[in-house]
Structure formats: C-alpha cells, structure tokens
C-alpha cells in the first residue's frame, strides 16, 4: 500500500494545511506529539520497499518513533474473513491494504466534531479556516509549503465564541470541541489502552456519540472495529455493494455482526476499491448554524 494512499486517510479534504505532497511525490504532516509539534517528510516507498523519512522539531523523535505504526506495520488483520465474493476478490487485489493508526486522540477529535451533520466542503472549510487562524506554522522546511499544526488544547479553550461563527463552526459543534480540549490530558492516556475501551471515555463528553468516536477510534488508534453508523453513505454503501440495496444503521449493525471484531474491515475494503453506490439525486446542502444533534453525532 503506498504511502499516499495510508497518509490520505488521514487528510481531512484537500486543501488539509496539516498535510502536503511537493513536486517531487514527498508527503509532509504536521502533528502535535506528547513532546511537541512536528513536522514530517515521508519520501514515496522505494521500489525496494524502503520508506525513508526525517522530521524537524520538538516531535521529531517521537514522530519518527511512530512512523511504523502510522503507515499501519500494527493492523493485524488476523481472524478476518471476507466472507462475501466481493470482499474477498478486493482483498486478494489489495493484499496489502492497512489501516494506520496516528496516537493522537485530540488531533482526529477535533477535525471529526467539526465535521458531525455537515456537508464535506463545509466541515473541511472550517478546519481548513481553524488551522490556518489559529495553528502554528510546523517545524522544518515543510512550513515554507504551508504545512500548519493544529491549534494546542489551551488555544481551542480559548477562543471566543463570536470566532467560532467567524470560522462557519456553530455553537453545537464549537461547545464540543472546547469540551474535549478540556480533556487533552485523557486522551493523551486513550493511546496506550484498547481501542474498543477508548470508546466510553469518549462518548462521556457531550456531544461525542457513536460516528465521532468511530472516526476517532479508526483513525487515531487503529480499531479495526470502528464503523461509522450515522454516517451519510456508510450504511447505504454497504448494502448497495454487498446486497444490492441499501441499508439503514440497524440492518448495517445487524448485518456486519459476521465480521466482529473486525467490522471496520467491510467500509474499509469497499472504500479502498471505490466502490460505491451511485450518486443520484440533489446534494446534502450546506446548513446554517442552528443544527440539531442525535446519538450518531
């Protein structure tokens, strides 16, 4: 699997500040790691299976401590059954296909909250617009790409809530985010512990249910049995490909039991193929500032 493709699931549309790829195919991310921020440059992997990398900053030596476990060398996809003929005919074509895991819980929290109950474009807008207004430029040449670090937890819980608006991000989500960057010192804990676990402190903050924490958990611990119920697509996708209709959350939930503890593993293999159900009809709009909220948020 090659390193954009592992990076990409980690890229929060393409405008992300906090990751780049320059002219020569090198990845950039900028992170925030238990010592610091940092800033990354991953070249792509050599023909012989080399992956060179170096990092700059307070987190260098962290980030480059943790490069394995980011380009996925810890998804064990073990006790996994495809089970279906398409799932198993995508992973015989994508044998190498991983699920990375960052260890950072806010850094995937706070893009996450961000995007609950909006469209793509307006979810990625506002994390486009927070980084850029209130992140720091990262260590390193990849600054001069414009690579940023997302803001710290002090600056979150500091910012007024007229600047939020200011960010297209309301009051519903604004409130979460601030509320779990009261809690940084916990998630910081969250890396170490099993990523099923990792979801009861998670949904113990308000406005934090069942899809944030699986976008969480996938992308910030790996946990290969995160599926995103309450997701737009997820259920209808699923049942589109493998069954030939769409699915709701509970015939999703009902119908992945077969995979558990490795749920995950369906979307995930669909998503890497492409495949999907055809979009038809009129787009989700973009919503004002007075959204509601329910247990998928």
Do not use: N
């Not at 990845?27 to 990092?55: D, F, K, M, N, Y």
């Not at 720091?136 to 790409?145: C, F, I, K």
Request: charged share 25%; hydrophobic share 40%.
């Amino acid at each position: 699997m090659s390193v954009g493709a592992l990076l990409a699931q980690h890229r929060r549309g393409r405008g992300d500040p906090t990751q780049r790829v320059d002219g020569s195919g090198c990845h950039w991310r900028a992170s925030r790691t238990p010592e610091g921020p940092v800033g990354l440059a991953i070249a792509p992997q050599s023909r012989a299976g080399e992956i060179l990398a170096e990092a700059w900053g307070p987190g260098a030596q962290w980030a480059l401590a943790q490069l394995p476990e980011l380009l996925g060398d810890a998804d064990d996809w073990t006790g996994f059954e495809p089970v279906h003929p398409l799932l198993a005919e995508i992973r015989r074509r994508m044998p190498h296909l991983r699920q990375g895991r960052t260890g950072r819980v806010l850094e995937s929290l706070v893009p996450s909250i961000i995007e609950q109950k909006v469209t793509g474009k307006e979810a990625f807008g506002g994390f486009r617009a927070l980084v850029r207004r209130y992140g720091e430029r990262a260590p390193g040449p990849g600054g001069d790409l414009g690579l940023m670090v997302q803001p710290d937890a002090d600056t979150l819980r500091g910012i007024p809530s007229w600047e939020w608006l200011a960010l297209h991000i309301d009051p519903a989500r604004s409130r979460t985010v601030v509320a779990a960057a009261r809690a940084a010192a916990a998630w910081d804990r969250l890396g170490d512990v099993d990523a099923a676990v990792a979801s009861v402190p998670l949904r113990s903050v308000r406005g934090i249910g069942v899809w944030t924490s699986a976008e969480v958990r996938q992308r910030a611990l790996g946990d290969p049995d995160a599926v995103s119920f309450g997701d737009y697509h997820v259920a209808r996708d699923v049942g589109w490909a493998l069954e030939g209709r769409e699915f709701d959350d509970d015939e999703l939930a009902a119908y992945l039991e077969t995979w558990r503890p490795h749920r995950g593993r369906v979307p995930l293999l669909l998503g890497a193929a492409g495949v999907r159900r055809p979009r038809k009809g009129p787009r989700m709009s973009s919503r004002g500032h007075l959204p509601g909220r329910d247990q998928f948020a």
